[in-house]
Each structure stands twice: as C-alpha cells, then as structure tokens.
C-alpha cells in the first residue's frame, strides 16, 4: 500500500465510504457471505481517523441490501451524524450513482474547506480524478 500524501494545512479529516465496496470486499476477502459479514460503521471511522478530528464522514451505498446493513446506515446517520446516501440499483442489479456522488462530495470538500486529508474506503479504482485533483490542491490523501 502506498504512503500517504502528507500535505495538509488542517487537521481535519473528511472520509468517503462506499459502503457496497466495503461490504463486498471484505466479505470476499473474509470467505463470509455479504449476508453474514457485518461492518460497524463508527469502528471503521474511529479507525481511520486515528485520534484525528472528522470533519465529515460521507458514506454512499445501494439498494436492495440486507436489513442489516440499512439499520447500519440509519444508526451511522441518526447516532453519528454521519452523511449517509444510498441509490436503488438498475434492473441488472448493478450499483449506480454511488462512485459518482462520492466524487461530487470529495470535490465539493475540495473547494470549500481548508485543505487537510481525505480519506477514501472503497474497493473501487473509479476515484483517480478526485484524488489527483486532491493532491494538487495540497491535500493529504489516504486510501
């Protein structure tokens, strides 16, 4: 894994999970089924902060899923305060809209804060654009 750009002027970190990602990955990776494997939202973002100060967690997912992960969303959203989004699925049953909204959000962090790190969680390379932009504009990068 490569190391983190370190550029930042702020302290704040802004974290961007797409949670399908994750939760296909890491089933995939764990040999667990995507039914059975669970992800505590606010343990990844604890984590992944590092004793460091969020200033926002946005977490984008898709439709249909199982119960569990929406009450993960809703307790992520209504608990934390944490930004949740999802999307419905197309008739082929593949995600839409979640990758594209990440990126419109890491871009409008981007423009409208003092640069500190970002920090994107997927299981997806469809983030090259935003993050090299990131890194133009001085902002830490974290994958």
């Not at 002027?9 to 040999?31: P, Q």
């Not at 608990?79 to 990440?102: Q, S, T």
Request: with cysteine; proline share 6%; glycine share 6%.
């Amino acid at each position: 894994m490569p190391e983190p750009t370190v550029y930042a002027t702020s302290d704040l970190v802004y974290i961007f999970i797409d949670y399908s990602n994750v939760v296909h990955e890491g089933s995939r990776e764990c040999s667990f089924p995507n039914e059975s494997f669970n992800v505590d939202l606010n343990r990844l973002v604890t984590t992944v902060c590092n004793e460091r100060k969020p200033g926002g967690v946005f977490i984008a997912g898709s439709t249909p899923t199982p119960a569990k992960d929406e009450l993960a969303w809703r307790r992520a959203e209504h608990h934390h305060g944490f930004n949740v989004e999802i999307f419905p699925r197309n008739a082929l049953n593949k995600e839409e809209g979640v990758d594209v909204h990440l990126a419109c959000k890491m871009k409008t962090v981007m423009f409208t804060k003092i640069p500190g790190t970002l920090i994107l969680i997927t299981g997806d390379s469809d983030f090259s654009e935003p993050v090299n932009q990131a890194k133009e504009k001085k902002w830490g990068v974290e994958i």
